[in-house]
């Protein structure tokens, strides 16, 4: 499968750099803005791998960094409404998953890009409109949140976008509203690697792959966790969202080149053969 435009076909050192770049930012964003690790890695994924591998691939790798992360913020959620957001994920992760098996790439390459674009779009809504309510939302809300993300987690790789949205209007402090996503997201990271073990998604190379892009995601959560003590969050998130917008547009136009997959071939990049005259 075609690497970036600008690597040449005997230079594995740039897109692999690149790699790393995404996997690094992958991880940044999700300590900094409380979420988005999978909305960058699946922008920018499909450039070296085909889609289904590609979310296969940050599922594994993430376990390990979100346990760490998990760990920081324990005890400052609200615990009832994690617990009702988790029977949501119980509920609409296996039919994700279940999709997520036969869908076409390319479909699952435009559908995840109009997705992201439409969280993109969201991003720039103004401050008053982002101020939570003043009170909480009854806990069926949080099991809805769950089922919906769940379902998105399983088809397309994304859980963030209705969790985010239930959390984001709840009358909880930064803390809160990080450890509430975080210990969401470590369930359901947890609970989608099972069930893709389960389905024979989880092979050697998977493992093997997933292992060596961890550390790269533990530096990016750590900058993340600094970052988000010093810089300007608001300004930041509106930047992140303007680029995955245009990210997203990429992805709608380009979809999929790749045949469909099953969970036995081989994941890494393939270079592409130098043109001979």
Known sequence: MDLLPFAAATDWTTPFLCFAGV???AGFTQSFLGFGYAIVA???LPFFFEIHHANVLISFAIVIPMVWLTWLYRGDSDKKAIMSCIWGIALGLPLGIGLF????ADWLVRGTGLLIFLIALDGFRSRK???PDKGKRPYYWATIAGSAGGFLAGAVGIPGPPIVA????QPWTPTQYRAFNFSVFITLTIYKAVLLGVTGWLTWEVGLWSISVTPLIFIGM???ILAARKVDAGQFRKLTFLILALTALMMLYRGSPDPEPNPTESIAPQATEATTQ
């Open 166 to 169: 239930y959390s984001l209007r």
């Open 101 to 104: 098996s036969y869908l076409n």
């Open 23 to 25: 996997m690094v930012l």
């Open 222 to 224: 750590g900058l993340g």
């Open 42 to 44: 699946l922008s920018l």
């Open 129 to 131: 409109e982002e101020e």
